[in-house]
């Protein structure tokens, strides 16, 4: 309704749009919904918190958005000593926003207290692989983990950004939450908690940083809660970039002129899944693999995808995001094939279909739109329509047969970010099934890529055999902004605004 | 009289803490709170770490009681988003809805007594149908529907003012507008009958006869009287508006207690979402009280019973 009205005025001739300020002093103006409380990465959890913090800080490594290699950020070169041991050669000459140089003492100390549970750092599996990092030389540190950790660059160049140490120790959480410092590409100039930040380039950033030197003098964001409002201050060109736009608005805005609307994967994948090893004790159908497998049947995901996902979704079939490391593609497919769905559940003795209860929390039109094919096969859905809270409370306590969620692997390029999370003896777990868990397991803790491949492989193979999941799709996000801006999407939701510029 | 206010102020500070009761256990049932304070991507680890370290594995009354016991002592807690103290949260965003409510009240006022008196002075005619028309307009639109049509017309198609925001004294005229404009018919609709009782009545008729100027007698005689339900039906109102500032404060980014309160519940942000339900019927109660004691010092009859 809300999303009608502002289409039907956009609609009712809307000629030209004003010119967008930011060109003319190279300045950027963003909005975006969330409300961040702190800037200190570690204590946040939103994406924006993601945003920022790489605005502002700079990992030991970074991820090349385009080859998806890990290249030395704050580090000159790494290697492993052993599998649980890594050594790193850090950058000379770089200094902090405050003048602080960049040394060993700052990794140490930051990776060191970040790990100590003591300190509470709210994402804890991002920091609870280390055991402890450890100081060989002004600008030499070793790190070593508790454990095997595939995965330990991803952190390495994700959320573990590097904090200077004698400022933390300072100011600590909420110091550098309201003001921070980093030896990022940009400097907070002014936060106000939960409305706006500004950021200024920082003129000192490091010649050589694979983020490149940042081309935007001032950034300004503020948090606009309402989409329709972000669109509205777009075409005002009070605002020059949106993201996360309605897939009805980006249609309606792609026609706009001034205006470039682009469309993004995301690490995002829906999927139904099932109680297949009967842990709610219920005796629910979907306990029989041939349930399973005909609720796979009976889906035209490709019609939802096209009708309701839009963008550049995709259906996926293995229980990962295809561009993630290990996404074994080569599995069992359900095609869309109604009677096949039927003749199933004639085998698994019912005939007449069933009544079930469907959980889900978002994208209640997607949900929808399953309950109407599994109609058409026989099986009657109860829609149970509840908040992200109150659904995963119940999965956790085992209590749910059959459900549709989505999981965004927080962005990490690898399999053991979903398929581990879900099918290695977790609170996530319905399957039960020990030997996926051990496959899981191989793959989660050894560092031989082939190994970690082959494991995966078999994993992902089992979990579509016994349709443990049916995966659905990719999600999509949809960005707006001045078609003056140069500014790239990349499909781990995290926009790059170091490297945005205007033409 | 006064029996009758320390009775009233009693129920008052009882209703106060219902609501604050209620809403502690809604919100609970609503859902782990630590769960979403872990965010959607959180392990089970973590969970449990932030449900420990905030004290939702206690039982539920002990909890209220703590809290009860820290508000009582102007202390709210600290909020589990902002790890900042309520208080604070709340000093920082409060003036903007009350500046909101107080600009959107008196623009309900300067538009709908001006109508109402117009439309006493000349009932069933074309000018007290045009101004029914325009107030009850006020009532039927969508609000958030009349703010996004707003921002289009007066912020993209002719950028006379800001989209959104609340920086500047500005940035509070469209959703004054809004959020005024809805509470236009009914103190419209007081003003008109106040308005016609008194002109019917004998002393009207007097002032008249003395020869007085119509528009004395309007404003000097007729309005003193036909004012007073206004006055306490607009305490009742501002109350109304602070509550249902919620979607304008969002449309507008104000970032005022409403949406403070509505940002919050989402995130299961229990400290402030606690604190604003309190202050808000507190707030709530108090004008109503008022109402109540106005109405009671202008008609005996009411202290009695």
Redesign the interface.
Known sequence: ??SL??SL??AIG?TGT?GHAGPDDNSLNIAWSG?L??LDRY?N??REGIIVGRLIWDALLFKNPDTLEFEPLLAESYSFVDSTTMDFELRQGVTFHNGEAFDADDVVYTLNRMAD?EN?V????NV?WIDRAEKRGPYSVRLHMKRPTPIALEFLAGPLLIYPNEYYEEVG??GM?QAPVGTGPYKVTAFA???SITFERNENYFAGSPKGKPSIDVIRQ?????N??QI??L????VDWIWKVPADQAAALAGRPGISVVNEQTMRIGYLSFDSSNRTGNSSPVNDVRVRQAIAHAIDRQAIVTALVGGSSEVVHSACHPAQFGCEQDVATYDYDPDRARELLAEAGYPDGFTIDFHAYRNRPYAEAIMGYLDAVGIKTNLVY?????L??QV?AGEIDFNFMTW???SFHDVSAIAS?FFKA??DDYAGDEGLIADLTIGDNSVDRDERLAAYSRALKAIADNAYWVPLFSYNVNYAFSDQLEFVPNPDEVPRFYSTRWK | MHIFILKRIGLAILVALFVSFLSFLMLRA????A??I?????????IE??RI?FGFDRPLIVQYGEWLAGALQGNFGT?T????PVHELIAERLPVTLRLGAMSLLFAILLAMPLGILAAVHPNSIIDRLALFLSVLGQAL?N??FA??L??IL???W?LL????NSTWQHFIMPTIVLGYYATPAIMRLTRSGMLEVLGSDYIRTARAKGLHPVQVLVKHAMRNAVLPVVSHSTVQFGYMLGGSVIIE????L?GIG??AW?SI?R?DLPTVQAIILILSLIYVGLNLAGDLINAWLDPRIRVT
């Open positions: 309704m809300r009205a502002l005025v956009m809307l004003a409300e409380a702190t204590y959890v939103l549970p509470g709210l994402t804890q599996r609870n959480p909420d939450g908690p939960g409305e503020r948090t606009v809660p309402d329709n409002t509205a201050e075409l005002a060109g009070t509840l908040k992200y809270a109150a995963r409370d956790y965004g692997s927080y999370h977790t609170k | 609503a859902g782990d709170p769960i979403a872990a965010g959607e991507g959180a392990s089970e680890a973590d770490y932030i370290r909020s988003y902002f790890s900042t969508p958030f529907w996004l049509v921002i289009v912020a993209v198609w950028p800001p989209p959104s925001g969002s449309i507008y980014a970032h949406q403070l940002e989402s299961a």
